[in-house]
DNA sequence: CTGAAAGCGCTTACAG
DNA sequence: CTGAAAGCGCTTACAG
């Protein structure tokens, strides 16, 4: 059983092209034009270049690849949120799940990265992209007149806004009717006879809080329903005060839409401590479905927009932007999910 | 207010250390060692050509750097499950904000991919490293025998092992005590008198699954508790399954531990579809604390050990390793936190 | 302390 | 169809 222990082979260094061509017999210039399926070179030597590269295992050097402006085959994503919400809240992991899934298919890398602001994010970027270290880059929580946009159109560099309403250039977005979902919500508390409606909302810069805003109004007016919103900026802490705040007037709501579910979960915790029932006493929203929405007690009434989906599809409209082809996407699919928490109001 | 339409500031390409030598008046060479803090340039001459490099924006060509074998200020990390586990599964998320807010301290990026399987993750691991994209590598879910430590050892590649136990060559282990876990959790059950629990697994090829069932027989003979482990591998359908099955049992565990909270999850369901109260009937101990355990009804005895700074520790070993520093690391604290779901046993 | 040159691994005109 | 050469932006011996 005391084989000689083989030795290690040796690791030696790569191959090059110039180690193919000396083996084929041919100069590097014909093993560059040949692995790279260019004319300029009989089939048969083609042929023979292929079959040394493959003896050689060698792999075309991605550090002299890129020093030739090739591309990195990979996209960059820098999440400009404070750690703790990237960590709890469920969207980023299935949106970065959902890209990556997508991503691999074609052999693409995610470069992630987080920063403190968006004059962080734009640095970022920028170096990434000055290093050809991506392709193209992907952004979230799009605002009104995004300065990272602007930047990253001024670079002419191949940008996908999840959520923004751009195509122009080298900046493509992936659409994402917040309007459209918001009055699926509202409608379902409309339904069951809500005529009182507060709107915890995340971050009022982002423009999709702001294009759910406008769309609770629009519908409150509407429909003469009373609404009103309250800014939470994700912050679970701010969620309860809001909640709570929102309960202590002589006219609390009979509803309350969350705009994340971290907030839903904080503010349901708020609504209890206060010795709210639910439904009874108020009905609740989650914006952003998840596994917690479906075991909490009550179970949570929540807009389900599979961000999973939406991370492939952001992917998909990125890889689609690199191959210069432009397709149609069908838009993400929204519904909302009626679950305990949701029921008609009482009698006042 | 029609002021003529300022000329984009022509694209012009980055400087170069050629240029910098034009304007400072010295050769390249003398600019390289300027730069990079060498001996070699004058203090004059130095001080100089910074100042030129400044003004002229210059930024070093990261991939003629990689090309002359420099670091990459990236670290890589492959995930090797389903894409739906890495999106519920609370753990991952916060290990990677953990990861990236302590490598974004230092200007590192994460280099981010999923794979099917281990292969699959040596593959990509290999080519990152063959191309220089990475400085150094992050294994998660460690096996016994892992194959990809051993292939990252052989290439003499930096190399953190979350939840390993070697420290060897290039390879670094943070190490988690997860027979400690388990007595914690075991511990808990036992004072409030369990004689009967059963542990329902992740993934049993996962060495940290393994220290957790070898730790839960230990506690079990050690105790004289009835012990039952059952594999559901991190799989929500696969936990329903193995609860029923547990609880058809004409002796049934009176305690229930959950490898992940996705799996406490979906046992609780199970639990009350199948009529049976928590914890009156059963206790539950989900191995992973998150916002659902906290909102949950009842809330759920879960056993905390802060992802978040795991993924910190992660990176900062990391660091640590590519600086050539060793560091003493603080384990990562493991606390039960005892909520709703865990009381005494019936008497039966 | 400074300059000229070679080289990292590839691609791309440009001649033959 | 093939070969020789220059160049991408940097670093590193090697001479002066």
Redesign the interface.
Known sequence: MSEPARPEPR?RK?ATIADIAERAGVTSSAVSLAVNGKRGVSDATRARILEVARELNW?P????Q??MGKGAE?VGLV?ARP??V???E?F???F???V??S??ERGY???????QDMTAEITIHA??I????VDGSLVLDPRIDDPRIKSLAG??HPTVVVGGDIDQGSVRSLRVDNGAAMRLVMEHLDELGHARIAFVTGDQNFRHTQERMDAFSQFCIDRGIWGQSLAANFDPSMSRSATARLMSSPHPPTAIVYDSD?MT?AG??ELTALGYAVPRDVSVVSWEDS??C????PTVTALNRD??SLGRMAAAEMLELLDHQSVEHSPVEVTVVARESTAAPARS
Chains 1, 2 share one sequence.
């Open positions: 690791r790569r792999r050097s991605h550090a002299a890129a020093l990979a999440l750690p703790e990237i960590g709890e469920i980023f992991a299935k970065i799940a959902g990556q899934a991503l691999s890398s995610l470069l992630l990265q987080m920063a170096g990434w000055a290093d050809g270290r670079l002419d971290v979960v349901l915790g596994a917690t479906q075991v909490l007690h961000a999973v």
